[in-house]
Each structure stands twice: as C-alpha cells, then as structure tokens.
C-alpha cells in the first residue's frame, strides 16, 4: 500500500472519530456478567482529573460474591429479597417519603425496592398517583460496584438515574430534545496524529503484522487522550456513565477488540476488503411504546434498545442523516447486535443499565407529555433541585483514551471507528411509532390496580 493511501485512509479515520466515540475502559477489557461464580468482574472509575478508565476487580471462586448474597439475604428481609413479577411505585409518594427522612434516602428507595426494569407508567386521577411498574426482586452490590439482582444478577433500575430523566422532562420546562455522549480528538492530538502519519511508509507484505501494531500503536499514542461530550443530562451522574461505557464497550466489539459473551458477529468479522470507516449509535427502539386511549397507561415492549448504522440516523429535528451507501459489514454487525441484544442485556450488566437508562427516558417523557404533572398536582420541588437532592455525584468524564484496531485485510488497511449514544425519547410518543393497545389492553392494566396504601407506603405489590 502506498504512503499516499494510507494516509487517505487515516486522515479519513479523524474525521469518523471526530464525530462520536465514547472511551471508559480499556481496550482488552471483558465483563461477563456473571454475579454468582464470576473470578472477576469489571467497571469503570473517573480520576479527579476527569479521565475515565476501566477497573477490574478479582474474585477467584465466587467467593466474596457468595458472602455479599448471603449478606443482602440477611439485611433485606423476605418481603424484598422474594422475586416478584410487578411491583408498583408512586413516584409522588417515594418523593415524599425521601423528604421525611430529611432526604436521605434508604436503600430500599436508592434501589427502588429491586425494581428490574420500567415496564408501565400509569396516573391514577382518583388519588393523583403517578406510579412505574415493573418486575423486581432483592439486590446486592457486586465488589465491582455494580448493584444487580441476586437471582437474575440484572442492575436495579435506580433511583438517582430516574431523577436525571425526570428532570429531563421535568413539569413546567421544554423537553429534552436530545441525550447521548461523545468524545472528540483534541486538536493537539490531531495535529500529532498528521505528523505520525506523514512519518509511515509502504506496508512490507513480509513484515504485515509488525507494521500494522506499529500503525496501531502509533495512532493511539499520538492521538493521545481525548475529550468526552454528554449531551442533555448532566456529566457528573451515574446516567451519564452508564451511556458512556456501554457506548464504549459496544466499539469494542465492533471493531474486534472485545469478545462478547453471546453470538454476536463484529464488523471486522463480517468485513471482507474495504477502506472505508463505519459508526454506529444506539438509539432507542422507538416502536416500543403502547398508550392507552385515555392516555393513563403506557407499556413499553421488547428489549427498548438498537444499534443502527450512520445511514439510519435521525437527528434531533427528525431529518434522516445520511452520509453514504449502506455498508453489508456494518448493516450486519448492527442486525446482529440488536437481535441479540436481550441475550447480550441479561449476561452483561451495563447494557441493561443502557437499557434502564432509556426506558426512564421514554417513561419521562411520556409523563410530561400527557402533563401528569399539573394532573397530580406534583411539582417535583425536590426531587427536582440539585441544591435538595443531588444526583451530580460522580465525577465528570473529561478525558479517555484513544482505542482503535487497525487490520490488514483483503491487501488493504482497515481503521473501523465507532460510537454514539442518541436518545430522543419524545419520538417513541409519536403517533407514527405507537403501538395498537388492542382490546384495551394498557388501559384494562391500570383499572386493575388497587391503590390503598398506608400512610408512608410508596410501594406495593
């Protein structure tokens, strides 16, 4: 290959990268999922500085996970630790019951009494509840710091990531047009990057491998750390790193770096010779949302989540964005991806805290829309303020460093970038992308709830 193509080729790589790419771990790490007999289990940490890497934490045999389930057994009782297929939870009376405690939550209301995932959304005009359901079951915290359910070892839905999306669609203010993360190459590092490039010359075929990890090597070096962007929702809170890291992780696997723990096919797998460089989003499955006809009941169905090509995405103005034809390796990575990606959710914990993430989101934004906020008369006073409750206690993702694969394929160099998280949760509300409620079905659901609580009761099953 000549000088001149590969430069092409890399100075092109800048611009895919300039666009969306999201950094919290490194590039050889793995997180199986695996809370009962895990020998180990990973996750990410933010220095003071702002720069985001991955951690690992050991645990040969399972054994400290074992005392950590015999423990949570111990401390939460039958009532929580039993799985249960739904529980229910009023969003006014949790906040009320957090303000009573001078607002210092429990665990039971951090962790929103196990609740798994977000399922329904319903207000009760009879006694102005506004109240998620979902199926739930008792948690523990993983030595990783992952809090995950001790039977399915799912992460709970928690509460400090449903005030982020409340307060994304909070009561009184516009709506969030847009959530998701980036991370962008300094111009330093662009800068170093030219002067790398401009120093390569010709690939020797008897010596492929040593020049591309030379290439490899060198590319990341003088790219050198770069910087993360969180979009609609603050930088400094669990929500923002969850869609970091599983924005992260997810480029791993795209471009060869990361086995996961299901069959699911990387771009470098199904690429064959081809110069060109692919991205690739999560978004929400925006056909997921059934409302009942009074607009009391909402469900959200499937697994919520997809991973598109750039050639399917939408921007926050609803205007598709296309920028080329349609790559087979890539449209087959993305298919294979969010076809498996329930099997992906239940075996590796951060896609379904991405999953969670995004159904709070839809949940939200739905609240807001149908104004159950002036129904209820619930202003949200403290939930809704930083100052009283605050959610912004992780430190900032600023920095991450570069991870890329360069592979030598079919006679030519390969640099497949990735990456983006873009949620515009109103969407799934549009009329287009809503789902029949056939025979009453949302709406049957919420008549059937009984809502006769006891002074302090925020929840029930």
Known sequence: MSRRVLASLLMLSLVVAAVALTNPSSALAQDNGDVNISGGQAGVAVDAEGVLRMQTFADPGGRLTRQRIAAAKATLGNDLTRVKDTIYISLNRLEKAVVDRQGVPTDEMKYLAGLQRVKHVFYF???????????????????????????????????????????????GQRATGLIGCSI??????????????????????RRVNEQVQYITNGMRNSMGLRDVRVDGVAAGTHFAQVLVEADYRMKLIGIGLEKPPVNIGSYVKFARSSG????????????????????LAMELVGDGVKLVGESEMVNAQGQRKVTGATNRASQLFVNSFTKNYGKLADVSPIYAELRNVIDLSVAAAHIQKEDYYKRSGWNMDFFGDESKF?????NPPKKVGSALNVIFKGGRLMVPIAGGVNIQAKK??????????????????????????AEGQWWWD
Request: aromatic share 6%.
């Open 276 to 295: 060109s460089l692919q991205r690739w989003f999560f978004v929400p499955d925006y056909e997921c949302v059934r409302v009942s006809e009074d607009g």
């Open 184 to 205: 962008d190459p300094t111009e330093e590092g662009l800068a170093a990057m030219q002067r790398f490039i401009r120093g390569v010359g010709p690939l020797d075929p």
């Open 428 to 453: 799934a509300l549009n009329s287009e992308n809503l789902l029949e409620d056939e025979n009453q079905r949302v709406e049957k659901l919420r008549k059937g709830v009984e809502l006769k609580l």
């Open 125 to 171: 005009p009879e006694t102005k509840d506004i109240v998620i359901a979902g199926p739930a079951e008792g948690w523990m915290t993983q030595p990783s710091g992952r809090v995950v359910g001790l039977k399915s070892g799912r992460p709970v839905v928690q509460l400090q990531d449903l005030v982020v999306a409340l307060r994304a669609f909070a009561p």
């Open 390 to 394: 605050s959610v912004q206690t992780y």
